[in-house]
C-alpha cells in the first residue's frame, strides 16, 4: 500500500477553543476548514514537511462526544532537548494540562498532556525509531 497521507480526526467540544490549542502547543498551523458542511465544521492542522495532519471537527445537529482513553495518545518525537523544553513549556501555555502517563514508558523521555476533551499527547524527547523492547 502506498499512502500519500494521513488525515488524524477527533471530534471535539470546541472549535475555535481545540484549533488555538493545538497551534500555539504544538506550533501548528490551520492548513484548511470547512464551515456546516452537511452539519460539520472543522479545521485541518498542520505543519510543513509532514505527511499527516489533525482534523478536528464539531457536528451541529448530533454532537459527537469525545470519548478518549488513557491510551489514546498522539506522540511527537522531539530529540532535540531545547526545542523539546520549549515545547512543552508552549503546551502549558496553551491551556493543556500535565498528567501522569498511564503506560510508564511514556514518562521516562517524555511528558504527557492532556487538553479539554481529554484527548492525549506525548511530547517524546528521543528521536524515532526508537528500539522498542
Not at 484549533?19 to 479545521?43: N, R
Not at 513549556?89 to 503506560?103: L, P, Q, S
Request: glycine share 8%; proline share 6%.
Amino acid at each position: 500500500m502506498h499512502v500519500q497521507h494521513i488525515r488524524l480526526a477527533r471530534p471535539v467540544t470546541n472549535l475555535k477553543q481545540s484549533g488555538d490549542m493545538y497551534c500555539h502547543g504544538l506550533g501548528l498551523k490551520q492548513i484548511a476548514s470547512f464551515s456546516d458542511h452537511e452539519g460539520f465544521s472543522g479545521v485541518m492542522l498542520g505543519a510543513d514537511g509532514l505527511p499527516c495532519h489533525i482534523e478536528l471537527t464539531q457536528c451541529h445537529a448530533h454532537p459527537a462526544v469525545p470519548a478518549p482513553s488513557v491510551e489514546d495518545l498522539l506522540v511527537f518525537y522531539l530529540p532535540d532537548p531545547q526545542e523539546w523544553a520549549l515545547s512543552c513549556r508552549k503546551m502549558a501555555e496553551a491551556g493543556f494540562v500535565e498528567v501522569e502517563a498511564f503506560n510508564e514508558y511514556w514518562d521516562v523521555l517524555g511528558v504527557t498532556y492532556e487538553d479539554h476533551d481529554g484527548y492525549r499527547i506525548v511530547l517524546q524527547n528521543t528521536a524515532w525509531p526508537v528500539n522498542a523492547q
